[in-house]
């Protein structure tokens, strides 16, 4: 580790939301850390919501979960995946959070009876959760990326925090703003302007931003470069061309060609003369661009509306496809079109079945359904969280006889729950936060295909849920064919089911893709887009295509 002041790096947004602010700062990261350098990323949200763990999923994508048991921002998964280290409670801060702090410093009389105001005390606030993983001593680098847009009221406390940080801390700190340069078809150009207005509003606020990343369709010029670079006060060589790019994970090499990293590396005072080191980066990219093969899966969820609901499944897919050297294509089905009648076409020529996590009624009956035709066909099948438990109820149901099995989320008076709330679950009266957070241990059986997919005993697994397979059911079902194949050592709770006599039928309690990184596919992603290529469908269905 390179001994050095830790440096704080501000990635801002502008002109309009979405432009990719968490890629951009998960690219320079892996750069930075590419270069030898020890770093971590952190996502400070502007809602008031604690976190985004009571969320609809239509309102933020993903609820991602860290080790510790914090649900956070999706980009938390990104930062993950480009990283390949953990994140945690502390990387992900929310409006909600500091507001909830300075008020209960507030009611325990910390302040000594000062009037409590957004300055001092709520900038104050921010910028101690800025620095605390600074603090540690572990990091070069900590990046912190500003949720929202410039502009937005509910931004400015975190402007202004970032404007002292400047002030504070001005060797160590560099702000990078990400804008949009717009093409108008019409005239056949770009557009600075609305980048001059977002890094006018920066000015604003006291903020003179070191660096601008600039989203385009179209390659900037040096006329372009030049006149952004004089109306926004920064060096033309800080003016940072963000092409669109074939994936997320071909962006670090794109801002390497920009020299982000040496323009960072020169501008808080550092040596630029570290190797920069991607070969395994670029090794992952021919393969995922040059695949040998290609298959078909389906991933059935009740959110397939908005594809960033489930993130961090179709991510594990990429990882696990360029393990495997094919290119998996996701078949999304909203798992309310499945019904008896039209199950045979939806999932004609589908080499693998996913059905995915999720809470509440809507849609359940069309995932039991499409597990029941991938567990009648032979069919590869991954079910996760809410996925497992559907594998459960249907095998209740149309093997073990139980005709009105179900999940007491859903049914509470079924006579058959055979998945069950927690007892800790049941004096839950607050719903934020409480449900099994985070990794727990799992212990797997020898001589089981979860056993010969992770190749150890013990395993620690990501969580999200309330309800559990009801033990009382155990013995019926592994008399008839499907076994718990990972427990929970102290608990005795069931994490893993497999089916005998079926190529390849998995459901797990807990979130496998939550753990993938380009880096390291998780093994039952991989495992299962391996069995996708191995599957023979009936006559007539199309098979896995050459590429």
Known sequence: MNSFTTKYIFVTGG????????????????LLQARGFSVTIQKFDPYINIDPGTLNPYEHGECYVTDDGAETDLDLGHYERFLNIPTSQANNVTTGRIYQSVINKERKGDYLGRTVQVIPHITDEIKNRFQLLGKSGRYNFI?????????????????????????????????????????????????TKPTQHSVKLLLENGVQPDILVCRSIQSIDDDIRQKIARFCNVA????????DARSIYDVPLLMAKEKLDLVVLQKLGLPTDSKLDLEKWEEFLDKLHHPKQKVRVALVGKYIELKDSYK????????????????????????????????????????????????????????????????ENNIPFLGICLGMQCAVIEFARNVLGFKDAHTTEVNPATTHPVIDLQEVQKKVTHLGGTMRLGSYPCQLKERTMAYSIYGKKEVSERHRHRYEFNNEYLKDFEKAGLHAS?????????????????????????HPEYKSTVANPHPFFIGFVKAALQYQPSPGVRKTEKV
């Open 236 to 243: 033309p060589d800080a003016v940072i061309e963000a092409l």
């Open 15 to 30: 002109v309009t939301s979405s432009l990719g602010k968490g890629i951009i700062s998960a690219s320079l990261a892996k």
């Open 143 to 191: 990046i912190t990326e500003i949720g929202g847009t410039v502009g937005d009221i509910e931004s400015l406390p975190y402007v202004e925090a970032v404007r002292q940080m400047m002030w504070e801390h001005d060797k160590d700190c560099l702000v990078i703003h990400l804008t949009l340069l717009p093409y108008l078809h019409t005239t056949g150009e770009l557009k």
């Open 486 to 510: 990972g427990i929970h050592p102290e608990a005795g709770l069931v994490e893993i089911i497999e089916l005998k006599n079926h190529p390849w039928f998995i459901g797990v309690q807990f």
């Open 312 to 375: 961090s499944i179709a991510e594990a897919f990429v990882h696990a496809g360029a393990a495997n050297d094919v290119q998996v294509e996701v078949e999304w089905i909203h798992s309310e079109d499945v019904n008896d009648e039209t199950v045979q076409q939806l999932f004609e020529g589908i080499h693998g079945i996913v059905v995915a996590p999720g809470f509440g009624k809507r849609g359940i009956e069309g995932k039991i359904i499409a597990i029941r035709h991938a567990r």
